[in-house]
């Protein structure tokens, strides 16, 4: 059908502009894929490298884990006295009480760089993120329209974005207490307020921080910062990794079959 | 075959039809969009049916009869039973057409699975995943038709879908997904998918109908106008059925309200405890 030969030509251009590109200047500029409305398009299929998950602060290697140079801007994380106590006593118990260790939700910004791909579907009132890791979902309205008004736990939080120049802002509140950034136990209380910012700084790759406050837990905001690249193999696709069903897959198919 | 069916066959046919005039006059005005009243375009010249479906009839307690959960329990309480049509429209009797030993399997889940003695007896939506085509029966979700793509995103169960159109190759059989490896092309105003490498360890419906990981699946998402879709799947499964059968789901379309977050499996203790005492579950998280 012709529509279909349209659509395949223009995702070969689509394609073809993409790898045109393959250097990434400091910061966003022109040569960029873009929206009707003339934003950044940001959509399409991404994923972090390294080991933030792993430890957001600089670390030597262990077993399984490679050494990291850290994301947190200056190198630490700013925990009010009393909370860091409750962060060594996490790390001391990280193989159960980490949430990654039942695989639930696991909050923002951690679901960003879990180390799975996600998808970005962009649209003008919203932007949607689809995570390959436990099929989490996000809807990040862009209509203007301000956070409900709490409280409200929820795992992934509530998220409005901004465009700032060529950059998405993402400003998300009402977590839960549970989820933690990394796997060493750094977490947070549900006064947790995080500004995400989304730069296109070339076609394959996103400039992504993520600015953390919860006066609670720490004496003041602190950055963490990272590229997002886009997955460029052809015909990439989200697959699936629904962690918590791993378990019960050995009682399925049926007996019998 | 009702006459339903035979009209939604014969726009079907007339579709076709439509469709391969059309492709010998690029360019031409679609008649087909004026026809059935949907007449938005994407940029990429998908027939736009972006925005919120719900089906008008929900439920996932069976399939045949139709039956939600709460009106189950409204039967058990009242001792009223209304019976509903089957979702399945053919073969024209209704009945998912099991295979013998299938049949029996399907008799022992259904008489199982209010008092589990085997943790397949519990079924999937009590463990926090529904897969295709379930989704299609009961929970609102929203259509987005990013370029080259139509994604469907359910709130409830946070689950999504993603269906390329661009014909590429199938994923390697030795891949399993929960929502399988779907394919999507448009006949006019129909979304045609079809779907393998399911993983099919779930359930059709709470009382126990089933396939394996050899069903394909065709759907046929037919927006009769902007308002309406009707939903049908057309399942193959040789290991299972002794035809390929087809069950039909018409939505409607709904306001578009904000998605909040629905979380499942982070707060889901029923899978635990309706299993405890089965092999030694102790129904702890």
Same mark, same amino acid.
């Given at each position: 059908?012709?529509?279909?030969?349209?659509?395949?030509?223009?995702?070969?251009?689509?394609?073809?502009?993409?790898?045109?590109?393959?250097?990434?200047?400091?910061?966003?500029?022109?040569?960029?894929?873009?929206?009707?409305?003339?934003?950044?398009?940001? $959509?399409?299929?991404?994923?972090?490298?390294?080991?933030?998950?792993?430890?957001?602060?600089?670390? $030597?290697?262990?077993?399984?884990?490679?050494?990291?140079?850290?994301?947190?801007?200056?190198?630490?994380?700013?925990?009010?006295?009393?909370?860091?106590?409750?962060?060594?006593?996490?790390?001391?118990?990280?193989?159960?009480?980490?949430?990654?260790?039942?695989?639930?939700?696991?909050?923002?910004?951690?679901?960003?760089?879990?180390?799975?791909?996600?998808?970005?579907?962009?649209?003008?009132?919203?932007?949607?993120?689809?995570?390959?890791?436990?099929?989490?979902?996000?809807?990040?309205?862009?209509?203007?329209?301000?956070?409900?008004?709490?409280?409200?736990?929820?795992?992934?939080?509530? $998220?409005?974005?901004?465009?700032?120049?060529?950059?998405?802002?993402?400003?998300?509140?009402?977590?839960?207490?549970?989820?933690?950034?990394?796997?060493?136990?750094?977490?947070? $209380?549900?006064?947790?307020?995080?500004?995400?910012?989304?730069?296109?700084?070339?076609?394959?790759?996103?400039?992504?921080?993520?600015?953390?406050?919860?006066?609670?837990?720490?004496?003041?905001?602190?950055?963490?910062?990272?590229?997002?690249?886009?997955?460029?193999?052809?015909?990439?696709?989200?697959?699936?990794?629904?962690?918590?069903?791993?378990?019960?897959?050995?009682?399925?198919?049926?007996?019998?079959? | 075959?009702?006459?339903?069916?035979?009209?939604?066959?014969?726009?079907?046919?007339?579709?076709?039809?439509?469709?391969?005039?059309?492709?010998?006059?690029?360019?031409?005005?679609?008649?087909?969009?004026?026809?059935?009243?949907?007449?938005?375009?994407?940029?990429?010249?998908?027939?736009?049916?972006?925005?919120?479906?719900?089906?008008?009839?929900?439920?996932?307690?069976?399939?045949?009869?139709?039956?939600?959960?709460?009106?189950?329990?409204?039967?058990?309480?009242?001792?009223?039973?209304?019976?509903?049509?089957?979702?399945?429209?053919?073969?024209?009797?209704?009945?998912?057409?099991?295979?013998?030993?299938?049949?029996?399997?399907?008799?022992?889940?259904?008489?199982?699975?209010?008092?589990?003695?085997?943790?397949?007896?519990?079924?999937?939506?009590?463990?926090?995943?529904?897969?295709?085509?379930?989704?299609?029966?009961?929970?609102?979700?929203?259509?987005?038709?990013?370029?080259?793509?139509?994604?469907?995103?359910?709130?409830?169960?946070?689950?999504?879908?993603?269906?390329?159109?661009?014909?590429?190759?199938?994923?390697?059989?030795?891949?399993?997904?929960?929502?399988?490896?779907?394919?999507?092309?448009?006949?006019?105003?129909?979304?045609?998918?079809?779907?393998?490498?399911?993983?099919?360890?779930?359930?059709?419906?709470?009382?126990?109908?089933?396939?394996?990981?050899?069903?394909?699946?065709?759907?046929?998402?037919?927006?009769?106008?902007?308002?309406?879709?009707?939903?049908?799947?057309?399942?193959?499964?040789?290991?299972?059925?002794?035809?390929?059968?087809?069950?039909?789901?018409?939505?409607?379309?709904?306001?578009?309200?904000?998605?909040?977050?629905?979380?499942?499996?982070?707060?889901?203790?029923?899978?635990?405890?309706?299993?405890?005492?089965?092999?030694?579950?102790?129904?702890?998280?």
């Amino acid at each position: 059908m012709p529509r279909r030969l349209r659509l395949g030509i223009g995702s070969l251009l689509y394609v073809g502009v993409a790898v045109a590109f393959s250097y990434a200047p400091a910061r966003a500029q022109s040569g960029i894929p873009r929206t009707p409305d003339g934003r950044p398009d940001l $959509s399409g299929i991404w994923q972090a490298f390294g080991t933030a998950n792993d430890n957001l602060l600089p670390h $030597s290697a262990s077993k399984d884990v490679p050494a990291g140079l850290g994301v947190v801007e200056g190198g630490e994380i700013p925990y009010r006295p009393e909370a860091l106590a409750r962060r060594q006593e996490n790390f001391a118990n990280r193989a159960t009480r980490d949430t990654e260790a039942h695989c639930y939700l696991p909050g923002v910004p951690r679901i960003t760089y879990m180390g799975f791909p996600f998808q970005i579907v962009q649209m003008p009132d919203a932007t949607t993120i689809l995570y390959e890791y436990v099929h989490a979902v996000r809807h990040i309205y862009t209509n203007g329209t301000p956070h409900p008004p709490g409280p409200i736990e929820w795992w992934m939080g509530d $998220s409005r974005g901004r465009w700032e120049g060529d950059t998405l802002v993402v400003d998300v509140v009402h977590f839960t207490p549970n989820t933690w950034f990394d796997r060493t136990g750094n977490y947070h $209380s549900e006064a947790l307020h995080v500004v995400e910012r989304y730069t296109l700084m070339d076609p394959n790759t996103i400039a992504y921080e993520a600015t953390i406050e919860d006066p609670q837990v720490f004496t003041r905001p602190w950055t963490l910062r990272m590229l997002l690249y886009r997955r460029v193999e052809p015909n990439v696709a989200l697959l699936d990794y629904d962690c918590y069903a791993f378990e019960w897959e050995k009682y399925y198919p049926y007996p019998g079959l | 075959m009702d006459q339903t069916r035979k009209t939604i066959g014969g726009i079907a046919v007339a579709l076709v039809a439509l469709s391969a005039l059309v492709a010998a006059q690029a360019g031409a005005p679609d008649a087909r969009s004026v026809r059935v009243g949907v007449e938005a375009r994407r940029p990429d010249g998908q027939p736009d049916m972006q925005g919120t479906w719900r089906p008008i009839l929900g439920g996932t307690h069976s399939l045949d009869p139709a039956k939600s959960g709460a009106s189950d329990f409204q039967e058990r309480i009242t001792g009223v039973v209304k019976i509903n049509p089957s979702r399945v429209v053919d073969p024209p009797d209704g009945h998912i057409p099991y295979q013998p030993w299938a049949a029996e399997l399907r008799r022992k889940l259904e008489a199982e699975y209010e008092n589990p003695t085997r943790p397949e007896h519990i079924d999937s939506q009590t463990r926090c995943i529904v897969d295709v085509p379930r989704l299609y029966y009961f929970p609102t979700f929203r259509i987005l038709q990013p370029p080259g793509q139509v994604v469907f995103v359910w709130d409830e169960y946070h689950a999504f879908r993603v269906v390329p159109l661009d014909g590429r190759p199938r994923l390697g059989a030795n891949i399993k997904l929960w929502m399988g490896d779907a394919r999507g092309r448009w006949e006019g105003n129909t979304l045609v998918v079809e779907t393998t490498n399911l993983k099919a360890k779930s359930r059709l419906d709470v009382v126990g109908d089933f396939f394996t990981d050899n069903a394909r699946i065709v759907e046929r998402f037919i927006f009769v106008d902007p308002k309406s879709l009707t939903y049908e799947a057309t399942i193959t499964d040789e290991k299972v059925f002794t035809r390929p059968w087809t069950l039909r789901v018409e939505h409607r379309r709904m306001p578009d309200e904000e998605f909040w977050e629905w979380a499942c499996h982070e707060g889901e203790r029923d899978a635990a405890h309706s299993s405890t005492g089965i092999n030694g579950n102790t129904g702890q998280k």
